[in-house]
């Protein structure tokens, strides 16, 4: 319909229409004009003009002629309609205008620029779309990064209130706090003292807040890995303040665009059945219940044909052999949970006898406030650095070798402050001391520790492809760092073959079975291992057949899809036949063997399956510094097939949880402790997923 009256509002006798937009004649402010709506015109002019905020004066029903447009195989007559619009302002009283002029102040002023529409909310300036969730924190964001110049500027208003609490939500998922914080007295003190007359949410309101937040992520997470070929799950056992225990489900995949990302699905609590392990029917059935945990979220999330490996730090045996068959995927084992029990396995009673007299030591100084100061002391005169000594813990084996390496560097600092009876008396010297025998299996056993330390963070690191180095590492940590030297006193030798020995039956170095491992195969495809050096000639023949086979997999799979590109393929190469048909550019002896040989005869690129598994083996290998994503976003096209098997096996993370070992990885577990059983489930989906 066309409107062929007058414009009713008189908000126009301050604005002008040019278009889409509409232009403020007082403040030359440029708003976008959407389907004849004036609100957005009377809120610029109340929030900015107030005082030439223009008065509808009609109390009366106003009539608006309406000419409508008939169809073009309509009579030619038109008819025309009257229709009553009734005055806004009709019969308001006093008290209801005042009650009217308070809820607007309530109201925030993106909404001088934002105009709703179902769920979603329109910038009158630019036309940009964002989701509405009952917050205003996204289009103020918007507001300050796109129009600076229109953004709101009232002070502290009740729409920065708004944003206070968005704020307050924010702070506890990063941080993972309790929601019950924000009804603590201190809490509120610290906001009703910065922010005047603020209202101070409720549980349920910023409960209701995140949840937000949770729903937003999860569309967002389902259209992601709606677009990916494979997943890689990780199932993360730990236990809570509360001693409870949990499995948190993950994922990794490749992007298109080569870019490996991760996120966390959901967190499940488990039975206290998987810890009965004295009862075989029992540790059974906690079994199938955490199996059915994660078959559940994998069919939440309608990746069920997607999933190539799961890898867990289950030390409890919560996944049976029995349970994993169920299962269509390769169960792994966290590689820094095998490498826990290789060294728990060769820790000998000598070595643990040193590492507690060493922890005794270390406690010693760290608490007794004299000796602290009196080490401090030595440390200026002896020009050592001046650090603090280190506690090792009994749930971290790497911190052993850090209070080592903190102990030798300082050794003669505290042998000078356990000597001097000034500060400690013969009797604790005596107790305290550490023996010559002692330090120098210390002095020999650290540095064991710390090629482990080493491996461990490789595989731990979140910003690099992991899992493809685990074999590599395994082998070389068995073959050359794991074997007895000549100058190794008794006890290191001791722990090298027992840990040597540990990794050779959990990693199953000498498995028959060896190439149909995900990590090894996860190898092949980084074109930094394909050589697979570390293997002998019969183990590297084993891989390449697995290799072909898991090509010619993909191709029975791809199969339809493969027909369908050949007849593509038809519509565009000429027919042999037709080199009958005269012509000048068919009769070139060029074209003729183009028509013959084909367009891709000389193509670098490989058609054929088995070719490019050839031609991918016999490729130079690129330097270790070099990320293998990197090195397929810019060869994939050459080894297309090869390209698919790399997304599938090479986001199979090497550790249930990535960075365990970093400072941010310590903390992220830290802080997950202590969540309440009823939100831990978002609360970690929120923050990790950020």
Sequence with gaps: MKRTGRRRSSVWDCFEQTGNFVRCMKCNATLKYCGGATTSMMNHMSRHHSSATPMDEDEKPVICTVQCIEEENAPNNSEITQVAVMSPNINITPA???????????????????????DEVHCTMCGTKLKYRSSTTSMMYHIKNKHQDAAPNDGVSLATHAEVTELISRMIEKDMLPISMVSGDGFRELLA???????????GDVTRIIEGHFHEKVEELMVQLGRVEKVALTADFWTGLTFQRYMTVSCSFITEDWQGRSAVLQTHKVSAGSQMHKVSAGSHSSADTVTDSVLST??????????????????????SVQACTRAT??????????????????????????????????????????????LEQKQVQMCLPQHKLIQSSKDRWDTICDMFERLLEQRWAIKAVLSDRTVTSRQEAQTLEIEDDCWQIIENFTPVLATLKWATTVISAETEVSISNIYPITFSLVQTHLVPKENDVEQVSEFKLKVQQSLRNHMEVDSNDLASKPALIASMLDPRHKHLSFLTPTGRLAAKVKLHELVSKLDAVTATAGAKDEQQETLVTPDISQAAVPSQIRSDTKNTMVLLLGDNYSSSYATDSEAQVDYYLRDIAPSLDINPLDWWRVNGPRFPKLATLARHYLCVPGVSLPSLLSEAGQTFATMRRRLSPEHVDMMIFVNRNA
């Excluded at 003292?193 to 409720?202: E, G, I, L, N, R």
């Excluded at 997607?306 to 045996?317: A, M, Y």
């Design 298 to 319: 994998v069919q939440a999330w309608a990746i069920a044909g997607k999933v190539t490996s799961c890898v867990h730090n289950d030390t409890q045996n919560s996944l």
């Design 329 to 374: 995927w390769d169960y792994t084992t966290c590689f820094a949970t095998t490498l826990q029990r290789a060294v728990s396995d060769g820790l000998s009673e000598d070595l643990l006898r040193i590492v507690v007299a060493a922890g005794k030591l270390v406690k010693h100084f760290n608490c007794n406030l004299l000796a602290n100061e009196a």
């Design 96 to 118: 209801e205008r005042d009650s009217s002029e308070r809820k607007r102040l309530k109201r925030s002023s993106v909404w001088d620029i934002f105009i709703k529409v179902d």
């Design 193 to 203: 003292y910065t922010v005047h007359s603020y209202k101070m949410p409720s549980v």
